[in-house]
């Protein structure tokens, strides 16, 4: 469950304040599935960076299950990501030297065992979304669709509670949007207690979503 009460965030840069969250409030509950939209600029990837924890919020208490993120020391916050959460973004973020098994795989960088232990479920993962025949391939060239569903089979590798996804389909075409959101929407439902977050500003992509929280000026509009 995610629970927002008033959260905000003001960035400072070169001595000028931006206000990107400006009293934001909204509960989700466990398996979900909800679109976050607003015009750019409205605070949607600031707050699903509070969300995932990759920043804090400058007012406010931001709950996830019975952690209040703001009281997470970097340390816990890096384990809350790694244990919880699942990124999707824009631009895939893949590194394209590396094998496909090897990006899904990337989370464990560093974990041996742990990777070892996840080499069967990556290798299902890429079968989920299609991609087993090019597992070995590096992902560089890759098309951009089969690139966010590398990414997509990354975010999941660890099982995360909460899959947030920023733009997901920005870099990609109808028909490869259509494939990643079907995706998307299949994989995070094939565990009911998951919850899916994904920003756009694709009305049709919204419109697959029983829920919409719309941002305006770091503020909810509608939830
Ligand atoms: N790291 C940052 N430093 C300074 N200002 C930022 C930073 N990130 C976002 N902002 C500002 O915060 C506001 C909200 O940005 P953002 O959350 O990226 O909106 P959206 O994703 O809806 O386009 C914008 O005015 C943006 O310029
Ligand atoms: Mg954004």
New binding site residues.
């Given amino acids: 469950m995610i629970q927002a009460e008033e959260v905000r965030k003001s ?3 070169d001595g000028v304040e ?1 206000d ?2 400006r009293g934001v409030s909204f509960s989700v509950g466990e398996g979900e599935h909800l679109a976050i939209t ?10 699903l ?1 509070l969300i995932g924890a990759l920043d804090r919020p400058t007012a406010g208490v931001l709950r996830v299950g019975d952690v209040e993120l703001s009281r997470l020391n970097p340390t816990e916050r890096a384990r809350y990501r790694f244990e919880k959460i699942g990124f999707v973004f824009q631009e895939f973020h893949l590194l394209a030297h590396l094998t496909v098994l090897e990006n899904v795989l990337a989370p464990f960088l560093g974990r041996g065992r742990e990777r070892a232990k996840h080499r069967d479920i990556a290798v299902r993962l890429l079968e989920e979304v299609g991609l087993q025949a090019v597992a070995s391939r590096p992902a560089g060239v890759l098309s951009g669709g089969e690139k966010q569903r590398v990414a997509i089979a990354r975010a999941l590798v660890n099982d995360p509670a909460i899959l947030l996804c ?1 733009e997901p389909t920005g870099n990609l075409d109808s028909k490869n949007s259509d494939a990643v959101m079907e995706l998307l929407a299949a994989l995070a439902a094939a565990d009911e207690h998951k919850i899916l977050v994904v ?1 756009t500003h694709d009305p049709k992509v919204a419109a697959r979503f029983p829920r919409e929280i719309r ?1 305006r000026d ?1 503020q909810v509009q509608t939830a």
């Fill in positions: 960035y400072k840069q931006t990107a969250l607003g015009p750019s600029g409205s605070g949607k990837s600031t707050l960076a920023d920003v941002m770091g």
